[in-house]
């Protein structure tokens, strides 16, 4: 299925063709879960690990995308070390002291960095509210659903499955 054109070399872009192995599925897997900001900071991340003469594999592409969404579960503060890392990494390319990335230390350091500054910015009588999530069985589930379903007007059809 032709998807589109890219916008720098005007090759077709084809969707089967980008989900045509297993690694390849699941990198575009963990693209579509990400919100924009960053989505877009991880690609640019993701070119710092680019070898100058190749390109980069989907299963190494994978692995890194893995290994640096595994770094915290704040996606925010991510999003904002990563565009901090691409900034300056890709100064020290243009002024020709970059070399491609080998690791995630300096992404783990510029993170660290960011995320003492949220604490920081916290103000000290601030609480954080935690939904209880309670266990329900199917019968309560099932009761639960039909009185949401009556609030909101529709109708309940019951189903024999004999």
Known sequence: MKLSRCPVCHSNIHLDQLVADDAGRQLLGQFARMNYKLGGNMVAYLALFRPTKQDLSNSKALSLVQEALALTSNHNALAEALEQTVASLQQNRINGNGKQLTNHNYLRKVLTTRLGQIAAETPAGSTIEYKAQTVTNP????????????????????????
């Open 139 to 162: 019968e309560e589930d099932r009761r639960l659903f039909e009185a949401h379903m009556l609030k909101l007007g529709g109708r309940i059809i019951e189903v024999n499955h004999e």
